[in-house]
């Protein structure tokens, strides 16, 4: 009889828990240590958190923890500073590095870091060390167990982001804060908004009110498009705060300028959009500017555009006007952006000359730096005289980015055969573009940011982007299906040290991901390289 209560209580324990060591929790990304001990922790109606060190700081990331376990658990769960199971404990002043060390052991569980990001990156890892029904919204009836052990676990690259372009379409503020929420789980700290394109302008400024009336009023395909009012943006920005993900803007220039153009005409340099494929407009563009240069030109406003072409449009270079246009908009936005970076775009300015081009995107730096902030551009930008401290991100051109490192800047890696989420998985995916590869699962995973590209490494890399191109995306379903699973290998390859990363590893981990991808409702590919 013993021996069969023993059978019957495990095999109670291994359906009620999924995990019964660390090791197999399914941690994404998988931390720099993790070992095991005997016995686990036990929630209880009882368990609740303590916070250790400033409570006014704390109390968000305490609370945050308290909100996932209380809808499953049922549990009231209090946050405080009295003696509790659960400890958050802040050592020194909080200005230390993103490390953390999380210890669970049968009489309670204590996370301990230097910095506020670190204790809430020890409390996302907690959450995945217990079985995925912890997240479920509503209560749960079962134990709720995590398998004891000490993980003490820091970041590889200071910059982990993703990229979300709502230029192409426009994705409204519950879409992006839902977007910041799974960025948290993965222990991603960085949002760009691609804010600016052909397509659509969706931030607005007050100084030039035309680029959301007119530049917003459409998208891809030709819906209503849309913008983020100031106080929309701020809020974006907050809520990522409260999550330790800093959001950078970008406004997207010279070129992936149309939706300006067509709000302000006197800003175009003459050339309206012509029909035909990217290499007739790009002629007809360059004949244009040859009859028009000068200043008697008749500006006009551009036709709003709602194609995926790229490359046909450009500011003017030798206008005085557009510099206005340029610093009012890095004055406003900057004011609302906290965060230290302000993306300068620099992609694809086919139509731009390449002295306008050198002159625009060197004056463009010293406006943003006037403003406080450092430049990043896409890898066409270390084409220019980078300033000091700016950066170049790798997204095609491998000599782009050996020339950002020869001048002494920092590349961010966004390989588009690697790290573009908006590629197709494989020919049958059901959106997706598919000009740089077909990126399967494994392929966002297998690559090393220190070795991929020859001449660049390690020191020279800031961090790893993944960019979400939106021309073929038009709703949350659409994001999540490109996404995820994808999200979480670049999570891995940007947190993880190469040397403790392997796909095998990251394919038995994953289906538990999955599980909780499918309680939060977010669907996702299934992958066929993994046995979900
Ligand atoms: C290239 S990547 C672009 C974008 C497109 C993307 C589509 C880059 C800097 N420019 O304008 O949306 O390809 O994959």
Redesign the pocket.
């Known amino acids: 009889i013993a021996i069969m209560a023993v059978g019957i209580s495990l095999s109670l324990f291994s359906c009620q828990n999924d995990s019964s060591s660390l090791t197999d929790a399914g941690l994404i990304p998988l931390p720099v240590s993790v070992s095991n001990s005997s016995g686990h922790f036990e929630l209880t109606s009882n368990s609740a958190i303590q916070l250790v060190g400033p409570e006014s700081d704390l109390i968000f990331i305490g609370e945050y923890l308290a909100q996932k376990l209380r809808p499953s658990t049922g549990f009231p769960i209090q946050v405080g500073t009295d003696e509790a199971d659960i400890k958050l404990e802040l050592v020194g002043d909080g200005s230390g590095s993103e490390a953390y060390e999380l210890s669970i052991s049968e009489s309670g569980i204590n996370i301990s870091a230097e910095s506020e990001a670190g204790l809430f990156y020890g409390v996302q890892t907690l959450i995945q060390a217990f079985p995925p029904s912890i997240l479920e919204s509503k209560s749960v009836s079962q134990k709720w167990i995590v398998p004891a052990g000490t993980i003490t676990d820091s970041p590889d690259f200071a910059y982990r982001g993703s990229m979300l372009?709502v230029a192409?379409h426009f994705f409204p503020v519950e879409d992006v804060k839902h977007y910041i929420d799974q960025m948290a789980e993965l222990k991603l700290n960085y949002l760009h908004l691609h804010l600016t394109?052909d397509q659509g302008w969706r931030i607005e400024i007050k100084s030039w009110p035309k680029l959301t009336e007119t530049g917003g009023s459409t998208e891809v395909g030709g819906g209503e498009g849309g913008f983020y009012t100031q106080e929309q943006y701020a809020d974006i920005v907050a809520y990522a705060a409260e999550r330790y993900i800093t959001i950078v803007p970008e406004v997207d220039m010279p070129g992936?300028t149309n939706a300006i153009l067509a709000s302000y005409g006197e800003l175009n340099p003459g050339i309206n959009l012509p029909d035909g494929d990217t290499e007739t407009i790009v002629k007809s563009v360059e004949k244009a500017e040859d009859l028009l240069s000068g200043s008697n030109i008749d500006r006009q406003a551009a036709e709003l555009y709602t194609g995926i072409e790229?490359g046909f449009s450009t500011l003017d270079s030798e206008l005085e006007a557009t510099y206005q246009l340029v610093e009012d908009v890095v004055r406003e936005l900057t004011a609302l952006t906290p965060g230290p970076y302000f993306h300068i775009g620099g992609?694809?300015s086919h139509v731009t000359k390449k002295d306008d081009y050198i002159y625009f995107v060197e004056r463009v730096q010293e406006i943003v730096k006037g403003y406080g902030k450092t430049s990043i551009g896409?890898d066409e930008i270390a084409t220019t005289t980078l300033l000091p401290g700016n950066v170049a991100q790798f997204?095609?051109k491998a000599n782009n980015a050996q020339m950002a490192k020869d001048q002494g800047n920092k590349v961010l890696m966004s390989p588009?055969k690697r790290a573009?989420m908006?590629m197709q998985y494989d020919s049958t995916s059901r959106i997706g573009?598919h000009?740089?590869a077909f990126i399967e699962l494994d392929d966002s995973y297998n690559w090393d940011p220190a070795t991929y590209t020859e001449g660049i490494s390690k020191s020279d890399i800031l961090g790893v982007e993944a960019?979400l191109?939106t021309?073929t995306v038009t709703d949350r379903a659409d994001i999540e299906y490109l996404v995820f699973p994808r999200l979480a290998a670049i999570a891995e390859v940007a947190w993880t040290p190469t040397n403790r990363r392997s796909w095998d590893s990251f394919a038995s981990r994953i289906p538990v991901q999955g599980k909780r991808w499918e309680i939060e409702g977010i669907g996702f590919y299934k992958s066929p390289k993994v046995n979900w």
């Open positions: 372009d192409r394109d992936h790229v992609d694809e896409w997204w095609d588009a573009y908006d573009l000009w740089a960019p191109w021309e």
